[in-house]
């Protein structure tokens, strides 16, 4: 008899434990939070911290930094790809593959509630993420790489005081130099504009123009790695722009004079000013 009442002692004892682990698990979880680039993320499956290792569920914060995730049921695992970058994850294996070359992760991922949680850590290691762990708040932090940035300069036809050719390259016309074209991605060539019937103009009445010797530009910039947009400029002064967009086979004309022309140029910038400026009503 007291032998059983001993056995009946362990056992109270060790469920006591244990649904006091697993109550402290669920605490220590659901105070746990995501946050991306400054943004909490809202999540149906919360972190969980296993191995001293935080969990945290893969496809909502791997679609909320643009990465593409698919399941597939025969082999579970995750497909996952950004740009060129294909990533595989296997449940229950510490082995991931990040194109086709094999990487370690901590803790093997693993299934809660129909979701996959993957160690936060592997953000950092595959996809050049930033993380960090808040303590005092029990926040993940996960800051995603900056986007590369863009710089355009305009280019225009010069006069005798001023000339984007000497500003961009650091001397006189036709030569060239590195100059200043390292501070720069994109050179926006302000030398069209467009007419009410839709005719492309490479002389405006508002003084933009294409130069002569306006192909020696172009080469200069694919010289130095910059891509080229044409600028079309157009005022609405006496309601041109108005009367080319209110006009259907104008805009066609438009269209396809542009669309002709910027067959030289890695894009089209459309600067039209003035649209809508002295409408009322």
């Given amino acids: 008899?007291?032998?059983?009442?001993?056995?009946?002692?362990?056992?109270?004892?060790?469920?006591?434990?244990?649904?006091?682990?697993?109550?402290?698990?669920?605490?220590?979880?659901?105070?746990?939070?995501?946050?991306?680039?400054?943004?909490?993320?809202?999540s149906d499956v919360?972190?969980?911290?296993?191995?001293?290792?935080?969990?945290?569920?893969?496809?909502?914060?791997?679609?909320?930094?643009?990465?593409?995730v698919s399941w597939d049921e025969q082999t579970k695992s995750i497909n996952a790809q950004k740009g060129a970058d294909k990533l595989i994850l296997n449940i229950g294996s510490k082995t991931a593959y990040f194109n086709k070359v094999p990487v370690l992760l901590d803790v093997a991922p693993e299934i809660i509630n129909n979701r996959v949680l993957i160690p936060l850590r592997f953000f950092s290691n595959v996809f050049d993420c930033e993380v960090g762990w808040l303590e005092a708040s029990k926040t993940a932090i996960i800051k995603t790489p900056s986007p590369a940035m863009r710089a355009v300069g305009y280019y225009a036809l010069g006069d005798s005081q001023s000339s984007s050719w000497t500003d961009l390259f650091?001397?006189?016309?036709?030569?060239?130099?590195?100059?200043?074209?390292?501070?720069?991605?994109?050179?926006?060539?302000?030398?069209?504009?467009?007419?009410e019937n839709g005719n492309l103009l490479t002389k405006s009445r508002t003084g933009w123009q294409r130069?002569?010797?306006?192909?020696?530009?172009?080469?200069?910039?694919?010289?130095?790695?910059?891509?080229?947009?044409?600028?079309?400029?157009?005022?609405?002064?006496?309601?041109?722009i108005t009367s080319l967009l209110t006009n259907p086979h104008s805009v066609d004309q438009a269209i396809k004079q542009i669309v002709l022309e910027s067959a030289n140029y890695a894009g089209v910038n459309l600067d039209l000013e003035g649209l809508g400026l002295s409408e009322k009503g």
Avoid: C
């Fill in 211 to 240: 130069p002569e010797g306006w192909e020696t530009v172009l080469r200069a910039a694919k010289k130095y790695n910059l891509d080229t947009e044409m600028v079309i400029h157009m005022t609405n002064e006496g309601h041109i």
């Fill in 46 to 68: 919360v972190p969980i911290i296993k191995d001293a290792r935080i969990l945290v569920p893969f496809r909502i914060i791997a679609e909320a930094i643009d990465i593409d």
């Fill in 1 to 42: 008899m007291e032998l059983s009442l001993n056995k009946k002692a362990l056992i109270l004892s060790l469920v006591t434990i244990l649904l006091l682990f697993s109550f402290s698990l669920v605490a220590l979880s659901a105070d746990i939070h995501i946050e991306i680039d400054g943004n909490t993320l809202q």
């Fill in 170 to 195: 650091t001397t006189p016309y036709p030569e060239t130099n590195m100059g200043n074209t390292e501070l720069i991605t994109d050179l926006a060539l302000g030398w069209y504009s467009l007419d």
